[in-house]
């Protein structure tokens, strides 16, 4: 089976042969209670790498946003989402708007809009903060993050981004957004999962001294929760060891392999949405049913990502740095030849329906 589901991006898989062995998975204790072997070191690496002062290690992405929100809303504040911002970390924002906190999507990638908030929340006394991420799958490019940063300077706000997509692919070194847009101060934090290009399961949040301390102090998953266990926390030592010696190697690769699938695309007909990141989604016509070719291409041996929104079904392929040349070519040639039947299924599907038979 050729897989393009996995999102490891640059195939960090880390094989527990790789990681060594240790006397316990987890020491049974939270955080606040004792940091696991390696955080530490972790958390200062993470930090030095994303371009901040300091870093703090959570179990997920919807343990780091959630404590998060609520410690920036125990002041006056209104949250400001980014239409294409991903739903884990609204998840966070949204439980604190059902907390009496103001929050209003604005349409992805809009300054004017965003601006036009921003002041009105202060003319209210509120501090404005703006949701985003470092890049959605499927967009033509990445949020305005520098203008999103000058803009809450200005105000006095925060830019509060999800680099989970990002981090490991773009910016000097794989530091994700900040490194990527020049974007850096007190007022902007970085929430990331380790488990896409870097392959370990857990996150980080990347911040000033001053707010990780804080956050810190008071995160009730650092509390209440389980801290990443030791093997996570060896894999992602691992995965940015990996990353100084061969990251900007895989990081090419990736590359190459994503502008493969491009022009490969191109040269079989295949319509796809204008984006240069590793997920590629198809542009299908209507009268392709996405279920059916997900179907048809699984029988051939590629698996491939099914999403819904909606009524409406997508299909999208995951290019990694572990694809192989003949990989992207094989693929896309199955690909083709299951559209091609699906053309003609439909054909013959209308034909039946303007005839009644």
């Not at 908030?117 to 006394?125: D, E, N, T, V, Y």
């Not at 934090?189 to 392959?199: D, E, I, Q, R």
């Not at 691992?238 to 010696?245: D, E």
């Not at 990736?254 to 007909?269: C, F, I, P, Y």
Request: glycine residues 10%; charged residues 20%.
């Amino acid at each position: 089976m050729l897989d393009f589901s996995s999102a490891l991006y640059l195939g960090m898989r880390h094989p527990s042969a790789d990681l060594g062995g240790w006397d316990a998975l987890t020491l049974g204790r939270p955080a606040a209670s004792m940091e696991p072997p390696g955080a530490a070191r972790l958390a200062q690496a993470l930090a030095l790498l994303c371009g901040c002062q300091a870093a703090t290690l959570l179990p997920s992405t919807l343990h780091l946003f959630c404590d998060l929100f609520d410690l920036l809303a125990r002041e006056p504040l209104a949250i400001l989402v980014d239409g294409a911002s991903y739903p884990v970390a609204r998840t966070g924002a949204e439980r604190a708007a059902a907390r009496g906190t103001p929050l209003t999507v604005f349409a992805p990638a809009d300054v004017d809009g965003a601006r036009k908030l921003a002041h009105s929340a202060r003319k209210q006394g509120r501090r404005p903060l703006i949701l985003a991420d470092g890049y959605s799958p499927g967009a033509p490019g990445p949020a305005p993050l520098a203008a999103y940063a000058a803009l809450m300077r200005e105000a006095g706000g925060w830019l509060v981004l999800d680099d989970t997509q990002v981090v490991g692919l773009f910016g000097a070194g794989g530091g994700g957004s900040l490194r990527r847009h020049g974007v850096q101060g007190p007022h902007v934090v970085v929430g990331s999962s380790l488990s896409k290009a870097f392959g370990a399961p857990l996150a980080v949040l990347c911040a000033s001294t001053e707010l990780v301390r804080r956050f810190g102090q008071s995160s009730q998953a650092r509390v209440h929760s389980s801290p990443p266990s030791v093997a996570a926390i060896r894999a992602a030592l691992a995965a940015l060891r990996l990353n100084r010696t061969h990251g900007d190697q895989l990081r090419s690769r990736l590359w190459r392999r994503v502008d493969q699938w491009r022009l490969g695309a191109a040269r079989h007909g295949i319509a796809l949405h204008a984006s240069a990141f590793p997920v590629q989604t198809l542009a299908l016509r209507r009268d392709i049913d996405a279920d059916a070719l997900h179907a048809c291409l699984r029988r051939a041996g590629v698996d491939a990502v099914l999403q819904r929104a909606g009524a409406r079904a997508t299909l999208s392929f995951i290019v990694t740095a572990r694809h192989a040349p003949d990989d992207i070519e094989r693929a896309l040639a199955l690909l083709a030849a299951c559209l091609r039947a699906q053309a003609t299924t439909a054909r013959h599907t209308r034909r039946e329906y303007e005839y009644g038979i």
